[in-house]
């Protein structure tokens, strides 16, 4: 079977998302920040939605190992899978080079109306960009060392 892997992964080091949770001191204060960042991503998915001119549809959360991860489907192909734990990741798969193309376009877009402008912006958004099965993808463990050492 020949398959193709086409994605981009974001990673949000400055942690500008409006989605990211952030940690807190005690249970009711960590369900308050689920709550307002499961609404902030709402509000991104919308948009996204919007920008990409096609139908996301939420497929859940999972939770692996002490990950959480939103998980949506595009209507056509692919999916777009969301680490919400600062820093926030973000990973698109496409089997083709064209939608994925769409999608980054998109992503910038939306990324441009939620986000302050500045240098930093800037950064991230030029960090988006699409990848294929040769390059490498934003993995877990990549994920864990670049958050210890932020710590």
Known sequence: MNTKHIFIS??????????VIKTTKNLQDNFKEQD???KELEKFVNLL????????????????????????MFKKS?????????????TAHFPQRKRANDFCEALKLTMKKIL???PQTD?????????????????VDDWNKIKDIRN
Do not use: C
């Open 49 to 72: 939605e919007k920008n990409f001119k096609e139908d996301i549809s939420y497929l859940g959360m999972d939770v692996i190992g002490e990950k959480s991860y939103e998980r949506f």
């Open 116 to 118: 302050p402008t500045g």
């Open 10 to 19: 974001a990673l949000d080091i400055n942690e500008q998302l409006p989605f």
């Open 78 to 90: 692919g999916f777009f899978e969301i680490m919400v734990e600062a820093p926030v990741a973000l």
């Open 36 to 38: 307002r960042a499961k």
């Open 123 to 139: 950064m991230f958004l030029d960090s988006l960009e699409v990848n294929d099965e040769q390059d490498q993808s934003l993995g």
